[in-house]
């Protein structure tokens, strides 16, 4: 009897699924590393302003030694349904998209007051890292520092997505006037 309760213990402990110990409040300024191929994260971010209303989801997997990132965007102002609007995959060690700074930079938002407003969810499991701002003029800072981090990764920037630069502007209001024309 004490041989086969010793084996089944045996057998239970050969077959215990992989664990991951990510944890996102400790390693989401160091995921690239720190994620395992178990782990999803998942970026909602809050595009609105003023008029426009519209809403990104972007889903950070590992595979192997790569991260996959894909975003999908909802623009309630001309359609309600979401849309794939790329997928990437690059290295773990990769150094251009530099989302895990971004977040280091934005710490300071994580505190929630009541005048605050909700502008980025980072979830993992059960784990959840809410961002937040505090009025138009520290909005449109935060939106700055996203776009120009996300530009990194999807510099096709195809709709705008991660907002107009100047020359973006000036060709658009050029476009605009010759077609009035």
């Not at 426009?52 to 999908?72: A, C, H, N, Q, R």
């Not at 969810?121 to 937040?132: E, G, H, L, P, V």
């Not at 939106?143 to 630069?165: A, H, Q």
Request: glycine share 2%; hydrophobic share 30%; aromatic share 10%.
């Amino acid at each position: 009897m004490l041989i086969l309760a010793s084996s089944k213990t045996e057998n239970e402990n050969k077959t215990e699924l992989p664990k991951s110990d990510f944890n996102l409040k400790t390693d989401l300024t160091d995921f690239k590393k720190k994620m395992t191929d178990l782990d999803t994260i998942i970026v909602l971010f809050d595009h609105s302003a003023c008029d426009y209303e519209g809403y990104e989801e972007i889903e950070i997997t590992k595979l192997s030694d790569s991260i996959k990132v894909k975003s999908k965007f909802q623009d309630l102002n001309n359609d309600l349904k979401w849309s794939l609007v790329y997928e990437k995959k690059m290295s773990k060690n990769d150094t251009i998209w530099d989302f895990e700074n971004f977040i280091k930079r934005n710490g300071k938002r994580k505190l929630k007051d009541l005048n605050n407003r909700e502008i980025l969810t980072a979830i993992n499991k059960k784990d959840t890292i809410r961002f937040y701002v505090n009025n138009l003029g520290d909005l449109n800072h935060f939106l700055e520092d996203y776009f120009l981090t996300m530009r990194k990764l999807y510099p096709e920037n195809k709709n705008g997505i991660y907002g107009f630069d100047n020359s973006e502007i000036k060709n658009k209001i050029d476009a605009e006037i010759k077609e009035t024309e």
